[in-house]
């Protein structure tokens, strides 16, 4: 059966025209240069709390322990014990967007209990959000709303039930003789397929998108690439914060770690098993020209991987922070529509982004380069780049 689970990240509300989260804190665009809540704090807790200058004000009782630090995006920073046992810190102004973070109590990962947990780097996360003003793309807006629907279906590749987001967009109940293209939407390494719709918020870009007639609507399926075949051993992800809590290096995305991925299983799971789910039991268009996918940073390798063997499946490609594609990928270049390709200003690879799009140009290939300003690896990054990425989808539909 189908769950139909709520617009934004959590059950939203909407209160004489506000809309509301269920923590009761205004949701991201009317906090801009005020004191506030996190967003995404249970009802009534105070902490962690954003200053009108973006800092952060973390606190956490634990009278017992010996040494506390609140990791913010994988980086620890040692909090002051009061004599009341609460220990505290303020942050240095943090970037606009959206942040992960956890405490580290004696050198253990712990949550703080009223902040909703998220998944990132491998585990579940705390977040917190520094409102943009340039953000309310991906704000809650009085417009008509798509649903984000969890499905269960079985892969005979892997022997096994796999778990999916799909975004059905504006009126796909109502009108039941229209049938829409899909954007296939990979997360990066140690997320999974809720991020795209917790932290990354694309079914409300889209709404608002389709609302201001931007987009053509379609269908977005959000789905794990972890796949492996009975017997088939995972690669182990890197540990990614040191012993105790000790500080690990900021990293670039070039510079993370990461094992050796083999994205074949997941590609048979999509041509073999997702794919023909979708088609069977969503009003899909299904040649290639109604069919894309994106992904980021380990997304990205993942969507090259299955695209660039599978023109015939996929004219529209999408890499955000997930490299760069050359003229020599691509084999049959009349068959692709888009080539998508985006960094952070402040990410490797954002300088030749650019020079890489020109490249499939001058070869005769649709192609579209972007640099998010002043963002790194972050979900600011890649919200903007779904912003840029999505009204060029489907022109012709």
């Keep these: 059966m189908?769950?139909?689970?709520?617009?934004?990240?959590?059950?939203?509300?909407?209160?004489?025209?506000?809309?509301?989260?269920?923590?009761?804190?205004?949701?991201?665009?009317?906090?801009?240069?005020?004191?506030?809540?996190?967003?995404?704090?249970?009802?009534?807790?105070?902490?962690?709390?954003?200053?009108?200058?973006?800092?952060?004000?973390?606190?956490?009782?634990?009278?017992?322990?010996?040494?506390?630090?609140?990791?913010?995006n994988?980086?620890?920073?040692?909090?002051?014990?009061?004599?009341?046992?609460?220990?505290?810190?303020?942050?240095?102004?943090?970037?606009?967007?959206?942040?992960?973070?956890?405490?580290?109590?004696?050198?253990?990962?712990?949550?703080?209990?009223?902040?909703?947990?998220?998944?990132?780097?491998?585990?579940?996360?705390?977040?917190?959000?520094?409102?943009d003003p340039d953000g309310s793309f991906y704000d809650l807006k009085d417009v008509p709303h798509g649903?984000?629907?969890?499905?269960?279906?079985?892969?005979?590749?892997?022997?096994?039930?796999?778990?999916?987001?799909?975004?059905?967009p504006p009126g796909y109940e109502a009108n039941t003789s229209k049938r829409y293209p899909v954007l296939y939407l990979q997360h990066g390494g140690g997320e999974d397929e809720r991020v795209w719709i917790e932290m990354g918020r694309t079914n409300v870009i889209l709404d608002n998108l389709i609302a201001e007639g931007k987009v053509n609507p379609f269908i977005v399926v959000m789905e794990t690439s972890a796949a492996y075949k009975p017997g088939e051993a995972s690669p182990q992800?890197?540990?990614?914060?040191?012993?105790?809590?000790?500080?690990?290096?900021?990293?670039?995305?070039?510079?993370?770690?990461?094992?050796?991925?083999?994205f074949d299983t997941y590609k048979e799971v999509m041509l073999h098993?997702?794919?023909?789910?979708?088609?069977?039991?969503?009003?899909?268009?299904?040649?290639?020209?109604?069919?894309?996918?994106?992904?980021?940073?380990?997304?990205?390798?993942?969507?090259?991987?299955?695209?660039?063997?599978?023109?015939d499946k996929f004219a529209y490609i999408g890499l955000f922070s997930g490299g760069t594609i050359t003229p020599k990928d691509i084999t049959e270049k009349s068959k692709i529509k888009l080539v998508f390709m985006s960094y952070g200003s402040r990410e490797r690879g954002s300088e030749t982004v650019k020079e890489a799009a020109d490249a499939l140009k001058a070869a005769g290939?649709?192609?579209?380069?972007?640099?998010?300003?002043?963002?790194?690896h972050e979900w600011q990054s890649w919200r903007r780049s779904l912003l840029e990425f999505a009204p060029?989808?489907?022109?012709?539909n």
């Design 237 to 262: 992800m890197p540990r990614m914060t040191g012993p105790a809590g000790e500080r690990q290096p900021p990293q670039t995305a070039g510079e993370r770690p990461f094992p050796r991925f083999s």
């Design 273 to 311: 098993d997702l794919i023909p789910f979708i088609d069977e039991n969503f009003r899909t268009l299904t040649d290639a020209g109604d069919r894309a996918m994106a992904g980021l940073s380990m997304g990205g390798m993942v969507t090259r991987t299955v695209t660039l063997s599978n023109p």
């Design 147 to 168: 649903n984000v629907l969890i499905e269960n279906y079985f892969s005979r590749t892997v022997n096994s039930w796999r778990h999916i987001f799909v975004y059905a």
């Design 74 to 131: 994988n980086v620890p920073y040692d909090m002051t014990k009061g004599e009341d046992g609460v220990w505290t810190y303020t942050s240095e102004p943090q970037d606009k967007g959206y942040h992960n973070y956890w405490m580290i109590v004696d050198g253990a990962i712990v949550l703080y209990p009223a902040t909703n947990a998220f998944i990132g780097y491998g585990h579940m996360c705390n977040g917190f959000e520094i409102p």
């Design 392 to 396: 060029l989808l489907f022109k012709n």
């Design 365 to 376: 290939i649709n192609a579209v380069s972007y640099v998010s300003p002043l963002t790194a």
């Design 2 to 72: 189908k769950q139909t689970i709520s617009l934004i990240l959590f059950i939203a509300m909407s209160v004489g025209g506000q809309c509301l989260a269920q923590t009761g804190q205004n949701l991201i665009g009317s906090q801009i240069d005020t004191a506030h809540a996190s967003p995404y704090n249970l009802y009534g807790a105070k902490y962690p709390r954003i200053g009108a200058d973006a800092r952060v004000i973390f606190r956490f009782e634990a009278p017992d322990a010996q040494k506390v630090q609140v990791a913010i």
